[in-house]
């Protein structure tokens, strides 16, 4: 974060954002990630506050310009303060062709969102210091720049918590969607194998999905039932809370 | 927070942090306030966050000011950025007495974080701007200033869901605890009853608490067993989560 363009622009000074945007795809969970203008440096995307915007719409503004999509389930996790989360060598050193560090503030706290997007329906956008936006799967991502590592690793933490007290889905998976996608978007985030006959169990039982009358087609073996969520019941647990998983 | 202050102590500007201290005594959960100079106006402890400090450290500052305790079980459970935090003219009509509205700036942004503390050894210490540091019954809070009730709100909230996820009592129960009194401290933070049995059952399946040889006296009826926790089971369970009371 720059010191002049803080105050020029009417930023907060020393505070920025950053946002792990997850989506799934190919049965894997993917996040977004920024390639920084000449370099082989990634970072999660991220964004300064306007004196005018709350933390959340500022979260939102930088998810649109980065995905194009509007209305995104949107969490604050974590606000991220440790004195030294970047450090002015190393920033030189990488990205001094880009941005003048003595122009940098010595520190910057951030604010930790995460986003659970519909990978089919973004358009990832680069930001004005990038040069590539695109999806990586969480298990071959790169060495990431200042704390984003440690910004990611809390942001999925978070979000595992999230899993066991409400449905994760309704942003997630297609419209109509088998009990096998289902499942493999949830072992996707915890990370670990769950038991098909249980999980199965648990969701029909709490009502938020409806089986379709209509099998998938062109899969291998035995064509599975497509299930949609049912909006209302889905609210309701939300509210609720209460679908144990983990 | 103002913004001579800011400059002069070297202060990271606009950023602020309150805390929501609770404990527990005579079966209810209690929460630390502060009554403003001249005023009869309450709010949470809060403070500023210095250049070369930590957020983490500088709640662990408040937290030791506030109450004289070291280590404390001390969470960060959100970020409060609204635009519209605080009210200049509210704060001219409340505390034009104590401080100069024009020197604040028009907005400050505040981590919260929430503590657990152990009520018999707190002392309260008021701050520079207040009178009285005191307990409440968080059944009896009063009206609290700025964004305050809000922030109480969400605190009691994270305490809750971390209620469910792992152990609590080890920073808010005497060393030596009756079953009732432990199911106590629950039925407070939850805000509801508990079924004794099925507590009683979760908690020595747990195996964070262990039965002594002894009872405690001077009680109506049957006099109850005293128990302890197993400091290394607790630890574990702590670590593994997993206690799901809610």
């Known amino acids: ?12 000074p020393q505070l ?94 951030s604010v930790g969102y995460y986003a659970l997007v519909d990978f089919e329906a973004v358009f990832p956008n680069p930001d004005t210091l990038s040069e590539e936006c695109r999806w990586w799967d969480l298990a071959e991502v790169p060495e ?7 910004i990611l690793d809390k942001a999925l933490h978070a979000l595992r918590l999230e899993l066991s007290f409400q449905p994760i889905g309704l942003n997630l998976l297609p419209e109509k969607f088998t009990m096998p996608e289902m499942m493999r978007l949830y072992e996707s985030i915890l990370g670990k194998k769950i038991d098909p006959r249980n999980f199965q169990k648990k969701i029909l039982k709490s009502g938020i999905a409806i089986r379709l009358d209509e099998v998938k087609k062109g899969v291998a073996h035995k064509s599975p039932f497509l299930y949609k969520f049912d909006p209302e019941r889905y609210e309701e647990v939300l509210k609720e809370g209460g679908l144990f998983f983990i």
């Open 144 to 150: 990431l720049l200042f704390d984003h590592l440690d």
């Open 1 to 12: 974060m720059q010191k002049d363009e803080s105050a020029e622009l009417n930023l907060i």
């Open 16 to 109: 920025t954002l950053d946002c792990a945007i997850f989506g799934f795809h190919d049965n894997s969970l993917k996040i977004l990630l920024l390639k920084w203008k000449g370099t082989e440096y990634w970072s999660l995307p991220g964004g300064v506050i306007h004196q005018v915007e709350s933390l959340d719409s500022a979260a939102s503004r930088v998810l649109k310009e980065r995905t194009g999509l509007d209305e995104i389930f949107l969490r604050q996790f974590h606000t991220f303060g440790k004195v030294a989360r970047y450090d002015g060598n190393e920033i030189k050193k990488k990205l001094g062709h880009l941005i003048d560090p003595s122009l940098w503030y010595e520190r910057a706290i």
